[in-house]
């Protein structure tokens, strides 16, 4: 047992490193979700302020666009142009998808300074792309909405998850402790 720990110490301290920060991250994420009530359609700030950037990015636009709290569920409403395309639930915010990217540079740890730079420019990108994402998927379901399921659970998480891999994959190799130094 002593030589398996040893052959590989870096990748159980890294799965270590993992783990404690996504389940940090997690809890942190599930208390502050606490505070909001289910049962009375509560939909969190968070959630709120991604409805908010859309309605504005659709205005843009030049979309006639109302993002308004959903009658029936804890959730916000889309209309684009008059039609009710979509609704924004607290699992479209991509706060666990930041989690996930947080947690993993966490885990390949760089210098701090780096570390929380890296962290918080990643979290902007995936915010940033998120937004977009809910933008052109409310234009697509608009257009061709018999292509809701593909566009919404295939082409869209392919975009986020392979930026994110593409992140990780800069971080691991320019910038975490077990980048290759130029000699």
Same mark, same amino acid.
């Given at each position: ?86 609704? $924004? ?7 666990? *998808?930041? %989690? +996930?990217?947080?947690?993993? /540079?966490?885990? @390949? ?45 295939? $082409? ?7 930026? *994110?891999? %593409? +992140?990780?994959?800069?971080? /691991?190799?320019? @910038? ?8």
């Amino acid at each position: 047992m002593k030589t398996y720990v040893s052959r590989h110490k870096p990748f159980l301290i890294f799965l270590g490193k993992f783990f404690l920060a996504y389940v940090i991250l997690t809890v942190g994420y599930q208390y502050y979700l606490s505070g909001f009530d289910q049962q009375q359609l509560e939909v969190d700030p968070i959630t709120k302020s991604i409805g908010g950037q859309t309605q504005w990015l659709l205005e843009l636009f030049s979309v006639d666009a109302k993002v308004i709290g959903h009658p029936k569920q804890p959730a916000l409403k889309i209309i684009y142009n008059g039609k009710y395309v979509a609704r $924004i639930i607290e699992g479209c915010n991509a706060v666990s *998808v930041m %989690i +996930l990217f947080a947690a993993f /540079v966490v885990a @390949f740890t760089g210098r701090t300074k780096q570390t929380i730079l890296f962290i918080l420019a990643g979290c902007l990108l995936i915010h940033l792309l998120n937004i977009g994402r809910i933008v052109l998927l409310s234009s697509m379901i608009f257009h061709f909405p018999e292509h809701e399921n593909f566009l919404h659970g295939v $082409i869209f998480p392919l975009i986020i998850y392979s930026v *994110v891999f %593409i +992140l990780w994959v800069i971080w /691991v190799n320019k @910038f975490s402790k077990y980048a290759k130094k130029a000699v």
